[in-house]
C-alpha cells in the first residue's frame, strides 16, 4: 500500500470515493488506480477487508446487484466523513504530492531506459555493418601474430548494461522509495525488456 495511506487512511478515502456514489469493489480499485495515474492500484485483499470493517461499523452498507456487491455510504458514514473533514483534505494534498513524485520518478526511470534503448540501438546497427563489412571483404592470409584484441560492440554494451545496473540501483536506492514505487519501477524496467525482445526477434 502507498505510504500516503498509512494508519487507517485508505478506509477514509473509501468513504470519500463512496460518498460519490454507490460502487462496488473494483470500481474503488480503478478509481484508485486513475487518481495515481496508474502508478498504484491497490489489491482486492487490500480493497475488500477494508470495506468488510467499514460495513460493520455502520459506516457503508451493500446490496447484491448481478452478483456483485455494491457499497453505498450511510449517513453515520457521511457524519464520520464531516467529523474528519480535515484529514481528508490533508490526505487529498498528500495524495496531490505523492502522485507528482511518482510522476517524476517513472519520467527518469522512462529517460533512462529510452537513452539505453537507444544506445543499444546504435549498437546492434554497427555490429550488423560490421558483420557485413566483413562478409564482403575479401579474406586475407592469417597474421603470423594474431592483431591485439579490439572493443567490440558486444563488449561495449555489456559495459553500458552494468553501467546502468549501477546507475539505476544507485538512484532507486537513494530516494528511499515506497514498495509501490519500486514494483512501479519493476514494471517499467519490464516494458523495456520487452521492447528490446521486440527489437532482437
Known amino acids: 500500500m502507498t505510504a500516503v495511506f498509512s494508519h487507517g487512511r485508505l478506509r477514509l478515502y473509501l468513504l470519500k470515493l463512496l460518498d460519490d456514489g454507490p460502487k462496488h469493489g473494483y470500481e474503488l480499485i480503478r478509481l484508485l488506480e486513475e487518481r495515481f495515474l496508474g ?3 491497490p489489491s482486492a485483499g487490500t480493497i475488500y477487508p477494508r470495506l468488510q470493517r467499514l460495513e460493520a461499523d455502520g459506516l457503508v452498507a451493500h446490496t447484491a446487484v448481478g452478483g456483485r456487491k455494491v457499497y453505498e455510504i450511510t449517513d453515520a458514514g457521511r457524519a464520520e466523513l464531516r467529523h474528519r473533514a480535515g484529514e481528508l483534505t490533508a490526505l487529498e494534498s498528500d495524495i496531490a504530492a505523492s502522485v507528482e513524485d ?3 520518478l517513472a519520467g527518469e526511470i522512462r529517460a533512462e531506459v529510452r537513452g539505453s534503448v537507444r544506445d543499444l540501438k546504435r549498437e546492434l546497427r554497427e555490429a550488423a555493418r560490421q558483420s557485413r563489412q566483413a562478409r ?15 572493443t567490440a560492440p558486444l563488449a561495449e554494451f555489456d559495459q553500458r548494461l552494468a553501467a546502468f545496473t549501477v546507475e539505476m540501483g544507485a538512484l532507486v536506492r537513494s530516494r528511499r522509495l515506497t514498495d509501490s514505487q519500486v514494483r512501479t519501477a519493476i514494471r517499467l524496467l519490464d516494458g523495456a525488456l520487452d521492447g528490446l525482445r521486440r527489437l532482437l526477434r
Not at 571483404?137 to 597474421?143: I, N, Q
Open 102 to 104: 511518482l510522476s517524476a
Open 136 to 150: 564482403s571483404t575479401p579474406s586475407a592470409p592469417a597474421p603470423t601474430h594474431p592483431p591485439a584484441p579490439q
Open 39 to 41: 502508478l498504484y492500484a
